[in-house]
C-alpha cells in the first residue's frame, strides 16, 4: 500500500506504480488532477482545495491573494473521494466551479492525499466444484478473504432442496487460512469447494466458496 501528498497550483497528476517500482509522483497537464494507478485502484485519503500558507502556489500572485491562510473547502475529501475511489485512473479540475469558492479573492490549491490499494477480484464455486484463481505474466496470488460456507437464499440455489439453503449463519472459520496457504505466491490455483477441503460447518446446508484475491507484481529479484 502506497501514500502520498501532492500539491499543484492548477493540475496535479499522482502516479500509482507497481509496487516493487520506485514511486514517484508525475506532475504535468496545467490544468487538473489525475490520479493513475497500475494494476491497483485509488482510495482517497484527504483532499482540500483552499489556502492554509502563504508559500505554495504563491510564485508570480498579488500578496493580497495570499494572505486568507485559513480558507477550506470542507466538501473536496468526498467530492475527491465520490470521483476518482475504486478507479484506476482519474482527474478533477482545481477549480471554484467543481469546489466552489471558500474564500473570494485567494489564490487557491488543490491538495490531495491517497493511496494505491490492490484492486480485488471475487469468485464463487458452489460446493463439489472448483475455484479458478489466474494471474497474468509477472503476478502472483494474493488471498484478501475467503469464505466457505452460507450468507443467503440465492447463491448456489438452483435445484437444490429449500431446506438446504435456510441457514445463512454458516462460515468455515479457517477458509482465508487455507486459501493463504494453498494459493499465495502463486500465478495459478485451484481449489475444490468441499468439505473435505474445509471441513463441514453446517451439516445438511448446502454450501459454497467466495474468495477474493489480488494479483501482486513479483519483486524484482525474485
Not at 508570480?60 to 473547502?73: D, K
Not at 505474466?137 to 440465492?154: E, K, L, N, P, W
Amino acid at each position: 500500500l502506497l501514500y502520498t501528498v501532492s500539491t499543484m497550483c492548477q493540475k496535479l497528476v499522482l502516479t500509482c506504480f507497481p509496487l516493487f517500482q520506485a514511486y514517484c509522483p508525475k506532475m504535468f497537464d496545467l490544468n487538473a488532477v489525475s490520479l493513475s494507478g497500475s494494476g491497483q485502484v485509488i482510495h482517497i485519503d484527504s483532499a482540500d482545495y483552499g489556502r492554509s500558507d502563504r508559500t505554495t502556489c504563491s510564485q508570480g500572485r498579488p500578496s493580497q491573494q495570499l494572505q486568507n491562510v485559513n480558507c477550506a473547502s470542507y466538501t473536496a475529501t468526498d467530492l475527491v473521494a465520490e470521483m476518482c475511489n475504486g478507479k484506476s485512473r482519474c482527474s478533477v479540475r482545481a477549480s471554484n466551479s467543481v469546489f466552489g469558492d471558500p474564500c473570494f479573492g485567494t489564490y487557491k490549491y488543490l491538495q490531495v492525499s491517497y493511496s494505491c490499494k490492490r484492486s480485488s477480484i471475487g469468485e464463487t464455486a458452489c460446493e463439489h466444484s472448483t475455484v479458478d484463481l489466474t494471474c497474468g505474466s509477472g503476478q502472483v496470488i494474493h488471498i484478501d478473504s475467503a469464505d466457505y460456507g452460507r450468507h443467503d437464499h440465492t447463491t448456489c440455489s438452483q435445484g437444490r432442496p429449500s431446506q438446504q439453503l435456510q441457514n445463512v449463519n454458516c462460515a468455515s472459520s479457517g477458509a482465508t487460512h487455507l486459501m493463504v496457504k494453498m494459493c499465495n505466491g502463486k500465478s495459478r490455483c485451484s481449489v475444490r469447494a468441499s468439505n473435505s477441503v474445509f471441513g463441514d460447518p453446517c451439516f445438511g446446508t448446502y454450501k459454497y466458496l467466495q474468495v477474493s484475491y489480488s494479483c501482486e507484481h513479483i519483486p524484482i529479484g525474485e
